[in-house]
């Protein structure tokens, strides 16, 4: 049962999430906003060029201390993967989808809450086609900490979907460019996504906080490529998910 929850790890780490960004609330604060960055570098007209690596430790702080909302698709191997959800410090929520699995997710603290379909349960979190069958559209309930599910946890909370966004390599700065009618400036590195080493650019909000916008692996020349987008929104919403009133509990399984 165990080994196919790797699979959703591997995939949220295709979207960023997120995610896949991140795969995907705060129970600790019912008002969670986004923690004052350092404004550091702010491309108004005439100003001095942005530090990519600047922006970039501004936008993961941004995101592991605050909540956002984020929806992304990545797509490898003709498979394609798409998680939406909304992230804070302690808790969040998530929607996985990939080919006919579906699952949902609710972390609260302590305790994450599981629901899906059969061919989600077996193929996002784990289970064997036995197992996802009797239990199949209801809330499954299991210790957050639970090692045996750590991949079911992983991308929903903060401070999985600023891993999930992180970049390697030398970050360079990228072309600006308006989204959405938000200024942006562009942070270009690279992310391991599979078996593969794909380049990534990070779009940051020039102005003000330098929060994640948009996050795009591109191709040789720049082009936008369908292995990895995301798009982050809703900052500092407050996230308060609600605990099922029915739920399965599984048996005693292991917390370290």
Known sequence: ???????????????AGVLAACALAGVTAGTATLAGVTAGTT???????PDP??????????IRSGSVHYA??????GSTLLVSGDAGPASGTQTVRMGGGTISIL???GITYVKGNPTGLEKLVGFSASEAGPIAGQWIDF??????????VAGVRSADVAKELELEGTLTLGRPRTIDGMAVDAVEGTQSLGHKTARVVLYVR??????PVEEDSVDAKGRATPTEHVVYSAW???VRPEAPQATVTLGPVSST
């Open 53 to 62: 690596t600047v922006l970039y430790q501004e936008a993961l702080a941004s």
């Open 43 to 49: 491309t108004l007209a005439g100003a001095a060029t």
């Open 72 to 77: 992304s698709t990545a797509t490898q191997s």
């Open 206 to 211: 020039a102005q003000g906080r330098h929060v």
């Open 236 to 238: 500092g919403e407050v």
């Open 1 to 15: 049962m165990r080994e196919n929850g790797r699979a959703l790890v591997h995939a949220r780490r295709l979207s």
């Open 107 to 109: 972390v609260i603290g």
């Open 143 to 152: 210790p957050t900490d639970a090692s045996a599910f750590a991949s079911v």
